[in-house]
């Protein structure tokens, strides 16, 4: 039973993080946070984009948060990976 709801979790943070994002530029917990997410030109992020972000993040888990790190050099793993910036509303 672990590993089907561990998938489970895994496909619903996918859609938890990249449907919001393509569409919105910006997940509900960012919305809480007044935080929006944009390519470098500004403008919206393609799902690609949202994609490479949601790997970002998976990675950041499984490294147990250390490439959190980048984000004291203003930038964080998912924005590097990603091609985009996350801007406070």
């Given at each position: 039973d672990l590993p089907a709801l561990a998938l489970f979790l895994l496909?619903?943070?996918?859609?938890?993080?990249?449907?919001?994002?393509?569409f919105w530029g910006r997940t509900p917990g960012m919305?809480?946070?007044?935080l929006v997410a944009r390519d470098r030109d500004g403008g919206p992020l393609s799902f690609g984009q949202t994609g490479r972000r949601w790997l970002a993040a998976?990675?950041?888990?499984?490294?147990?948060?250390l490439p959190a790190l980048l984000v004291l050099t203003g930038r964080s793993l998912a924005d590097r990976m990603s091609g985009s910036r996350t801007y406070a509303l």
């Open positions: 496909a619903y943070w996918l859609l938890y993080v990249t449907v919001p994002l393509a919305a809480w946070n007044g998976v990675l950041t888990v499984a490294l147990l948060g």
